[in-house]
């Protein structure tokens, strides 16, 4: 466990508590860019440098703007009056504090069932296309047919209706 | 801190946290969007799971994992697309974007 | 009694005999038609009520016939048809009819007198509009009375004796608007109801004892030989045979329908009804029932008589009867109602039947009782017709000199009053009366009971002698004038009057005809039968008597008139005897503290009885079941209902409380979905460790 590990993680988990914690949304929104970037970093020195740079491009490229212009869109730059928490987030709390005890446990204790193996390995971005036109050429084009739906189908649901008349 | 056995469960466990992060914001925050946010916290930690277990796997040559994830950032990204337009319209027709005050479904 | 066969031409019952059932049943018929006619078709209720008597008259004519026919060839006639009505158990009740000399006297008698009265009625009860309701219960009397009179059951007879009792009241309380009259139905059905009581029971005791009511059934009815052997074999207390005891019985039941001494007080008050019921039902008929039952059930009460003696039945008979004779004929004497004078006469005149019975057997009475049938309802029809031309007067003080304004009326009623009297020789009543006086004569038990209706004929000869100085001889009292009755009234009256005068001839000593047919013997002329001897003594007794009447009468009233405000001649030489004649002897002041203040007194205490105690209970059990019912109320509101709302709310709540989990708020779901999760995962690692 070297230091960048460290460092990358406290940056990343930063960001997400900063994300989680703070009031304005467009500072949360900031955030969790970070987070994004923190990740990426992470996917980097797990020498995945292209789900790396998918993650910086995909996410905080896209991702994020996106997030801040659905927080332009619904003035959500002001602030309620009841406080940015709900009312009940001690329960909300208690449950991630729960699913995090519950994950953590299953970590620590298959540990050591882990195969484990240190060698870098070498993947080049041409193996990956190789990849994705021959092994995983089903799931790419659903993938592409998913987006093309979900873009289609986010363009109608943001659409301006159309005045009814009555 | 105690020292981890194996670099694998630093980033396992440092998954989980991000993940109990996004769920926590997703739990307890007001707004629509932040749950939106929790929510891509949380598939970012799969992310990073997915992508720890590749490379201290047995056969990273596989590329299951790497693909495993590629293919999760596009899902992720369209769902952002999606829910993001669906509180878009929903604060068209309510003018909130609390999530306390959208319960049409209740009962 | 000669030959014990029944008269059997060729083995089989004679065609009269078959069809005897249908001379009661005719006017019966005939009633029921005229109950459903309206009241203004007179003619039609009439014509029915008249013609189906006549018809009964025809039949009864021919079975009169045929049984003089068979007494004629020296045969006992008694021609019995039974049947049986219905069955119980092991036992049945058989009913039937007989004909027999009896049977068929009285059947002539009964449709002969009634079709006369009837005849009389058309005229008499022109004027009331109820014509129609009149002959309808006249009808329906005349078929019970022809009923009682064939009837070879006493169950069959007690019937009938029922329906005539119960047309008696309602003929009685004919004009029931007046007070008077339907008090005196009331009066006259209760007392009979008496008598009845003891008519029942003793029927009771003999079908409990012989198994039977059928009187005559080939050998095995309840008055032949060996019914009657052993009922006299058994001993009913008081020195009496089972035989004297149900004979008593059933006399106490003639007690009550022929008005004799303690039962006679509804007689007199029956005269509120109209005249010709008072001749047809009080006169001739009804009250001829009793004496009819007694002649029927004669067997019974005669058995185990010594040769020559009498049984106890016979002599409670006859001490009534005389006592009857002479306390009616007392009273008699200081009435002033036209009608009261002959119904105290009669009274008295069937305790002469009565005391005939008793004293000389079956003719004596039963001769008697022919006789009175017509000049009693000679004397009654009489009367109407004095009523009617006096326009509606029945008080004799108020009368007089009618011998003059209605002379064919005077000349019956003479005919009738004389026959009552009984004038010597030529007078039906002559000949019946000296039958019981000479019967009273030769009784070994007493004398006492000749000396009774001596008195009594004297008292007879003085009243009547009194009422028809009254009515016809000297001067009119009245208010308006009198005028004779019309022909349809005055004829019935003349042809009764013929035979007033001819039945005495059937019954003479010389030639006892009717004797002789009653008693299934053979009779020839002989005019030696009046040398037995005392009998010529008897009969001279008996005129002078007659005479030493009329002439005290003629002489204390004869052609003088009081004004009805004056005292009588007599009320003024004894008038504290007067009040007590005139008051009935106070008979009915008696019934009055005792048997009707016992119950009033009765009908208090089981008023308060039903008010407080059974009211009481009633209403306690009443409070129970209010009290159960608000209990049950209670139960059914807490508890029941109660217990079903809770449930329903309990539902209602949880429904509520479920359905807060579907809160539409997304946030809650992804809490539930990330907690069942954490659980789930929970138990696999927990499941799965090493």
Known sequence: MNAVFYILAALTLAGGLATVLLKHLVHCALAVTVAFAGLALLFLQLDAQFAGFAQILVYIGAVAILIVFAILLTRGSELPKGGVFSSTWLVGLAIAAGVFAVLGWAVLQSVRAVPQQNAVPVVTVHDIGNALMGRYVLPLEIVALLLTAATIGAVIVAMHEKERQP | ?107 | MQGAISFHPDSALSAIAQILWLIPAAPIVASGLIAMLKQPRRKAAATLAIGSLAFSLLLSLIAFGHVLSGWAHGAVVREVVNFTWFHFGSAHVDLGWVLDPLAAIMLVMVSFVGLLIFIYSVGYMAHDENFTRFFCFMSLFAGAMLGVVISNSLLLLFMFWEIVGLTSYLLIGFWYQKPSAAAAAKKAFITTRVGDIFFFLGIVWLFSQTGTLVLYKGGGGAIEPAALARLLSQHAGLGLSAAGAIGLLIFAGAVGKSGQLPLHVWLPDAMEGPTPVSALIHAATMVAAGVFLVTRMYPLMQIGAHPGGTTVALTVVTWVGASTAVFAALIAVAQNDIKRILAYSTISQLGYMMAGLGLGGVAVGMFHLITHAFFKSLLFLGAGSVIHGCHEEQDIRRMGGLKVDMPLTFITYAFGMLALCGFPLFFSGFWSKDGILEAAQHWDVSKAPLVMLVVGALLTAFYMTRQVCYVFFGYWRGQKVAHESPKVMTLPLVILAFFAMALGLIGTPAWPWFHAFLENRGVKFNLHGFAEPGLGLLMLASSLVVFLGLGIGWWLYGNKSPEPEEPDALEKSAPWLWAGLRDRLYVDELYGVTVIAFYAWWARVADWLDRRVWGGIVAAVAWLFGLWAQLNRLLDVYWVDGGFDKTCEELSSSGGLLARVESGRVQNYLRILAAAVVALAAVLLWSSRP
Request: proline share 4%; net charge positive.
């Open chain 2, 1 to 107: 801190m105690t020292p981890l056995a194996t670099p694998l469960a630093g980033y396992l466990l440092v998954a989980a946290l991000l993940f109990a992060i996004g769920l926590a914001g997703a739990l307890t925050r007001r707004n629509a969007i932040m749950v939106l946010i929790g929510i891509e916290l949380m598939l970012n930690a799969a992310n990073l799971n997915l992508i720890a277990f590749w490379r201290f796997g047995p056969h990273p040559e596989a590329l299951t994992g790497m693909m495993f994830a590629i293919f999760s950032i596009a899902v992720a990204a369209a769902e952002a697309a999606v829910g993001l337009g669906l509180v878009i319209a929903i604060y068209r027709h309510t003018n909130t974007t609390e999530l306390d005050k959208i319960n049409r479904m209740k009962g």
